[in-house]
């Protein structure tokens, strides 16, 4: 394909900055970010099963619904943008929170369900942050 430009008109397909124009655009990070977190949640979902406290096809439905997320993610669909920074804040939450517990009851942080939690908290955290800018990008209209 012909990715030259002519008379300040392309020929053949977009290019990447002409599809990307947002600035503040971080959906390749979080999309990665994303796909990690559930890449890490399936292989340990088998491994920590009598440590969930929720049944496992939650942690299967969770992973589904990272997945769809990372997919759907674009530059341009602020409504996308706003429930990745909710469901990573929700995230956030629930992973520390089931961390802090497991610290609690067993007081050491080598436990690798305790650091199976901080990883994910750590992954959500700049998946929050990155979503962060992207959204303010997009209300600044970069």
């Given at each position: 394909m012909d990715y030259r430009h002519r008379?300040?008109?392309?020929?053949?397909?977009?290019?990447?900055?002409?599809?990307?124009?947002?600035?503040h655009y971080h959906g390749f990070v979080i999309r990665r970010l994303l796909i990690a977190a559930g890449v890490i949640m399936l292989i340990t979902t088998p491994i920590f099963i009598d440590l969930l406290p929720?049944?496992?096809l939650s942690s299967v439905i969770a992973v589904v619904i990272l997945i769809i997320l990372a997919g759907i993610?674009?530059?341009?669909d602020l409504n996308v943008t706003i429930s990745h920074i909710g469901i990573?804040?929700?995230?956030?939450?629930?992973?520390?929170y089931y961390a802090i517990d497991r610290y609690q009851d067993i007081r050491t942080i080598f436990d690798p369900f305790f650091l199976t939690n901080e990883v994910l908290v750590i992954i959500f955290l700049f998946v929050l942050y990155y979503n962060t800018k992207t959204l303010r990008g997009m209300l600044l209209k970069k």
């Open positions: 008379e300040g008109k392309s020929e053949g397909p977009l290019l990447h900055k002409e599809i990307y124009k947002t600035e929720h049944p496992t993610l674009n530059p341009r990573s804040s929700i995230a956030i939450v629930v992973f520390e």
